[in-house]
């Protein structure tokens, strides 16, 4: 009897547990699944914007145990040190793992020595732990604005920031959440950004939606602020602006969190994939998926997609088929505002927003939003703490429905 495919899948993130819960889903027993990821448990990162206003992030968690355990899928606790294409081979820190197709979901990480005092002088939001410095910066600020001292708040996307949306969600969310307070008017809130638009990664449609939520929110927002660097109180900028702080919230450039000389990368070691099939370029057997990958949004949704597109064109090559679906990167993200939320839906391409299809570019701003965010945030994990892809199964096929019937209601 011919062995099974061994099939080794790099990283405990969204795409990386897609991926490997999408080929147990697909191909069943006929491969050997092994899942490598330097943390044993997966965090829902898109709800850690919860956790500077209270959020337990332990909550975030899902142990990798037992969904592994469950699906047939090895699981070892390790970061990868080296890709051998040649070889078939995983480089970790005290074994070597052989692979017949491997998936590369290793993620982005942030470099904030890319500007200069930035990792001094700001509170950079990436991880759970960034999250709860933020939660302790906050509620200094708020007992000194209480105390009658006016504070200033400034949020910061810098170039090579490749996933902007949980910042604005975060200045809005911050809003919201001060007059909760009762102290607003005694915090100034400004915004600056490289972007030429507002949330300009989504297209044109989005920024007159968040220049009328700033304007409305009393949010003093700067465009076309490329950052030169940062100094205690103070952010210069490459135009000959300055603007005031005492607290600065900034997303820093982005990198690849795994740097692999073996495949071929782009200037930010994040991996370069054939767009419909995500297999890296020149490798027919190994695939690079979500952020790891060199599409230029990174965004769980997306990622999730990418993870579907990878695993069904390797299913199809181990069933000697053809796929039932490529990348299609149709974006949908809804920013969470406290009191309401925005929803888009964006075609997308490698080289931006497809502006050629606007039967599918949708934006709307309704409480109804945040209802659905909520579910995804409840119903993801779910799917992945039993070893189920997020987009498979009837409840997949019910959301698919009603996201429908919603953005018929309350999008355009």
Known sequence: ???????????????????????????????????????????????????????????????????TRRKNIDFIRARAERIDPQHGLVHLPQMKVAFDYLIVATGAAMRPREVAGLSENAVTIWTSDDMMKLRDRYAKLVEAARGGQRQKLLFLITPASLCPGPLYEMALMTDTWLREQRVRDNVEIAWSTFEGTYAQAFGPRLNPVLEEEFESRGIHGHRSYPVERVEPGRVKYTNGQSLPFDLLVAFPPHVSANMFPT??????????????????????????VGDAADFPVKQAFLALLQADAAAEHMAADILQCDPEIDFDPMNIYVMEQFDKATFAQVPMRQTGVDLDDQEHYKVGVSPVWRAGKKFVGTYLPWRFGHGEPFHAGLGWGAMKLGLKAMSKLAAR
């Open 1 to 67: 009897m011919a062995r099974k495919p061994r099939v080794v899948v790099l990283g405990g993130g969204f795409a990386g547990l897609e991926s490997a819960f999408y080929l147990r889903h697909k191909l069943q027993d006929r491969v050997d699944i092994t899942l490598i990821s330097d943390s044993n448990y997966f965090v829902f990162k898109p709800n850690s914007i919860y956790v500077p206003f209270g959020e337990d992030p332990e909550k975030l968690r899902i142990d990798l145990n037992e969904p």
């Open 263 to 288: 495949l071929p990368t782009d200037e930010r070691g994040f991996i370069r994939v054939d767009p419909d099939s995500r297999r890296v370029a020149g490798y027919e057997r190994i695939f690079a």
